[in-house]
């Protein structure tokens, strides 16, 4: 399985995966392709490994000028931390290929705006009690798509949004993994 990841941060996300793939916890697939949609850290850690990077430009041609880039025989997309919304031609073609992993508990705290430190603030300014992670399939509706994978986290008295993060990125961890398994031996 060819896989290419998009990223946006600091790309732990994508750390883990390459990980897993060099430990055999995933076995049967490659990461073939870091992309970008502004200058990050996870570039850094694609090139430790020798694996090409692009950056695409965030505006309207983006999904385009990123169809153009991916490979034509990767199997699956994975959108690891990556913040730009694709376009609807972009998710229909790529359907059932392209997955994301989301910091809530989804449908919870999904859509427009809801990405890293929002989702959290968000939830902890509504007093919930729980929070978590999810992968999904991509689709045009932003955070919509069928859930694969899902895993709740507690959340403390003295929680902050740090804190949360923390919490929640451990078990991103766990299920983005377990999603890539589950694909690679689907
Ligand atoms: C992750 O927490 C991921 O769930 C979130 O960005 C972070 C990236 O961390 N994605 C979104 O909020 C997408 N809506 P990483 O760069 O360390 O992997």
Known sequence: ?????????SGTNLQRIIDAIEAKEIVGAEVVQV?????????????NYDI???????GKEMSEELDE????????????????????EFCSKWENKIINIHPSLLPKYGGMGMWGMNVHKAVLENNEKESGA?????TSGVDEGEIILQKSVEISEDETPESLAEKVHS???????????????S
């Open 52 to 58: 090409p990077t692009f950056i695409v430009e965030r």
């Open 171 to 185: 078990i991103e961890y766990e299920i983005l993994i377990d999603a890539i398994k589950k694909l690679t031996e």
């Open 35 to 47: 992309i970008a949609d502004r200058n990050c850290y996870a570039l850094e850690r694609a090139l």
């Open 69 to 88: 880039l991916l490979d034509s025989d990767v199997d699956l997309i994975v959108m690891a931390g990556f913040l730009s919304i694709l376009s609807n």
């Open 134 to 138: 999810t992968v999904h399939y991509v």
């Open 1 to 9: 399985m060819k896989i290419a990841v998009l990223v946006s941060g």
